[in-house]
């Protein structure tokens, strides 16, 4: 399966609407402290805009909302693996992507088949507080000989000026948050990744 290369993350459909437009592809929607009745009708209209502009939407966390809107995709970090029902996820149709971090969770993720791998943070990041702090390209590189050809995500620290080493160590995607939402013309930035992941 080929991806596209550039895959921001947004807490917002808001986002998606300032995104899409531009020519981003795949874009992951991750919402939290949301009530379930908010959840439910951003997944649906994300999925809705999205579909309009031929792109593909990744819904964070939330895997039942995500078969109940009809989504195509669904992201899993480690924690919400234990919970999740993989099997019915399956059933559904639904393309799954997993967070990793270390050598044990790449084994369980690998485990799983899923539809691409995420690395993180490759770079530190501001975006919350996790035990890891840097990946580095290194690990990259390891980490996309292990995978083979299962699409690897490189995540964390990500800024347009990073992302022809990442792409160099072996990453397949790179994903994209406070680089965009903290830029003073989000848009431009946007385009700015869209040039250097064409």
């Not at 965009?180 to 930035?189: Q, S, V, Y």
């Amino acid at each position: 399966m080929t991806l596209p290369r550039f895959y921001p993350i947004f807490d917002s459909v808001e986002w998606l609407e300032r995104a899409l437009p531009l020519g981003v592809r795949l874009v992951q929607l991750r919402i939290k402290d949301r009530s379930e009745d908010v959840l439910r009708s951003e997944c649906r209209r994300g999925l809705a805009l999205a579909r309009a502009n031929g792109a593909a939407l990744v819904i964070n966390d939330h895997w039942q909302t995500a078969i109940d809107a009809g989504a195509d995709w669904v992201h899993l970090g480690q924690e919400d693996l234990d919970t999740a029902d993989l099997p019915a996820i399956r059933r559904a149709g639904v393309k799954l992507g997993i967070s990793t971090h270390d050598h044990g969770e790449l084994d369980r993720a690998r485990g799983l088949a899923p539809d691409y791998i995420a690395l993180g943070p490759v770079y530190p990041t501001i975006l919350k507080q996790m035990k890891w702090h840097r990946q580095g390209l290194e690990r990259v590189a390891e980490w996309k000989r292990m995978v083979g050809d299962i699409p690897l995500c490189a995540i964390g620290g990500m800024r347009v000026e990073r992302a022809a080493d990442v792409f160099a160590a072996g990453a397949d995607i790179v994903s994209a948050v406070t680089d965009i939402t903290l830029a003073p013309d989000p848009e431009a930035r946007m385009r700015d990744w869209l040039r250097v992941c064409a």
